[in-house]
């Protein structure tokens, strides 16, 4: 039998078919090709995927998700910065810490002096324990380069990340995160880099699927966004915005004005930039992990977000100056106590919206004609899938309909 043929039977199914989870009890899944050919109650099976019965993986009941999609990391990196951490909980800020030469900067530093193969040994690790539970899509930001050929070589290791593992990295150029200490006079000369030899750069050898920017206080003007977003048009890439985090920069509106696939953080958007993301279909990215990393107050405006009809997505923003967090599970665990998402919104942020977020069409559901991403729970609900604080519960991840491997039933 073709490794990339299968059928599951006797699965609670979260198909995520229309506006909740799309529960289907007792149901069936049939895949080819890596592809889902059939999902329905396991009675209704047609006698077309018989051959598949002798390899059948029986669920017992257990609850199936499609595989979920991690659409907001900066996973590749060297160092740490525990010792921000401590200084934190010592009452400094993060901003306070990134203007005395931490923050940010001090990723810089250790990421430039790091090797391709370096980077590559320290982040397969963090992708590994985002696999483990769940994980079988994944974003991955550069921006901790600040230099061609630091930037290139970190989106160069995104890609590996994903061909190591067998699973689908989407890469994502973060051309304006910080002002290198190069350019620490002369913001309009990095600007223009970033714009006319970076992107350019990244565009041409395809390593970029999309553009990003840190639009705050702290980073970058909506201005300077804005001539990023005209550039990345011009080389036909999508675009992402980190977005009023920790202020209101009129990031929301400016990311729904260039149809960007995503605004991110998003706590400080006003109405109006929550409005304009409804009408350019520009997802929420809700990243709980860095909120509760940085003690912030300002809430995520959910119910406008609802009241609009704005796609939610949540991601673990995994990085290690304001998330150091492996565990999409447990972002959907904070989304839902912090920032009062339902566990089923929670999945849905992190399947078939967090598609949306990444522009891709095939995944982020359990239907015919998508990829046989999927995971099968240790729990039986999905509100269970958002309950539980730590610890893996994926008993199986099944990546294009090849099983990836998981832990051991209990
Ligand atoms: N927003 C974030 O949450 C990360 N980058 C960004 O633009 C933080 C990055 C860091 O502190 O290393
Ligand atoms: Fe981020």
Known sequence: MNAACGLLLHARLATLEGADCGLLADGALAWRGGRIVWAGPCAALPR??????????DAGNALVTPGLIDCHTHLVFAGSRADEFERRLQGERYAAIAAS??????????????????????????ARALIADGVTTLEIKSGYGLDLATELAMLRVARRVGETLGITVSTTLLALHALPPEHAHDRGGWVDFACDVLLPAAAGAG???????????????PAEVRRLFVAARTHRLAVKLH????????????????????????????????AAMAAASTVAVLLPGAFYALGETRLPPVAALRAR??????ATDLNPGTSPLTSL????????????????????GATVNAARALGLADRGRLAPGLRADLVLWDVESVADLAYWIAGPRARRVIVGGRDLGGHAEP
């Open 48 to 57: 077309a995927f018989d051959d598949l019965r002798d390899t059948a993986i």
């Open 101 to 126: 030469g931490g923050g940010i900067m001090a990723t810089v530093r250790a990421t430039r002096a790091a090797s391709e193969d370096a980077l590559l040994a320290t982040s397969l690790p963090r």
């Open 207 to 221: 390593l970029a699927d999309a553009v990003d920017a840190f639009c705050e206080g702290i980073a970058f003007t």
């Open 243 to 274: 977005a009023d985090q920790l202020s209101d920069t009129g990031g929301a509106a400016l990311a729904a004005e260039f149809g960007a696939l995503s605004a991110d953080h998003i706590e400080y958007s006003d109405d109006a930039g929550i």
């Open 309 to 314: 009809g704005v796609a939610i997505a949540v």
């Open 329 to 348: 599970r447990l972002a959907l665990n904070l989304a839902c106590t912090l920032f009062r998402l339902t566990p089923s919104e929670a999945l849905r």
